[in-house]
Structure formats: structure tokens, C-alpha cells
């Protein structure tokens, strides 16, 4: 009789557990995604980004978003800014090939979602709050960084013309 009872108590864990991860949602990252940025003398977009898109409305401490931004898919639309963006005087993408995010907590807002974790450029990592909206299978962002803060180019010669405050306007569709 006690082995009957831990069979099934076995089996109702098993079966518990197994809802429990079908609940938890796993999207795909699509390819039309866009990571656009935006400042004074700099403009552009990433254009690769990988990640890990684990997203329940109803769930959301269960819920987390990373992300990995390879720096040497910058572009600029200027060949020179592209390569002068990923030499060691701004992101140094020999040393430091991607930006990354990782989700440390996920709260529903009336506008949204809150979106908190930890944002690492040029090997600096700080934690970061934007506002996230998702609807019809995509989510966006706008929030602005601060380069300085990261360590992304100084405020000497012609690195003082960009604009301290980068604007990041991020879509990412993605499917299940």
C-alpha cells in the first residue's frame, strides 16, 4: 500500500509539473525585428539579436526576456562610422562582440509592462527599468541610455559632438 501511494503521489508530481511547464510559454525571435538607436552625429540600427523569449500574461514571474545584441552588426549607413563604432574607442567589439539583457522581473502596468533586469554594454552592466508594450505577437520599447554611463566612447575630440543620452527604439515580433 505505501508503495502505491508514493506510485501515485509520484505521478500526480509528474503530472503537476508537466501543466506547469506547458504553461510557461517559449516564443521565436522573428527575423523582422528592429533595434534602432538614435542620438546627436549617431544613428542606426543592430542588426542581429538573439534570445530567449519566456512570456506568460498570466505568469509573469515565471516570465523572462534575454537578449544578445551582437555589436558587429552595427549600422550606421556610413562604412567609417560602422567601423569606428566597433574599434576599442567606442564599443571595443573585439573585447566586448555583444550587448546583453537579461529580465530580472516582469509587472503589468495600465500602460504595459515594466520591464526590469540587467543591461551590459562594453562589459559594464547596470540595472536597467523600460516600458514594454506587447500586442498582436510583438513587443516594443522606447527608453534612452547613457553611453558615458557604459563606458561607450569619451567626451573627447570628435567623440563630444554624439549626444550623451542614446534613444533605443526596439521591436521584436516573435511566434510560438
Do not use: C
Request: charged letters at 20%; hydrophobic letters at 40%; glycine letters at 8%.
Amino acid at each position: 500500500m505505501k508503495n502505491l501511494n508514493t506510485l501515485i503521489l509520484a505521478g500526480a508530481v509528474m503530472l503537476f509539473s508537466a501543466f506547469t511547464i506547458s504553461n510557461s510559454i517559449n516564443w521565436k525571435i522573428q527575423e523582422s525585428h528592429s533595434i534602432k538607436f538614435a542620438g546627436t552625429d549617431a544613428e542606426g540600427i543592430f542588426k542581429t539579436l538573439n534570445g530567449e523569449v519566456i512570456f506568460d500574461e498570466a505568469d509573469l514571474a515565471a516570465s523572462s526576456l534575454n537578449f544578445k545584441i551582437d555589436v558587429n552588426s552595427i549600422n550606421t549607413g556610413n562604412g567609417m562610422q560602422n567601423k569606428h563604432a566597433v574599434s576599442s574607442k567606442w564599443f571595443d567589439a573585439e573585447t566586448y562582440p555583444t550587448i546583453n539583457f537579461q529580465s530580472t522581473k516582469i509587472t503589468k502596468g495600465a500602460e504595459g509592462y515594466s520591464v526590469t533586469g540587467d543591461l551590459e554594454i562594453h562589459g559594464v552592466k547596470k540595472v536597467v527599468t523600460m516600458p514594454v508594450s506587447f500586442a498582436d505577437n510583438t513587443f516594443t520599447t522606447k527608453f534612452s541610455v547613457n553611453r558615458l554611463d557604459y563606458g561607450v566612447g569619451t567626451m573627447k575630440g570628435m567623440s563630444k559632438k554624439v549626444s550623451n543620452e542614446i534613444k533605443l527604439d526596439v521591436t521584436i515580433p516573435v511566434s510560438k
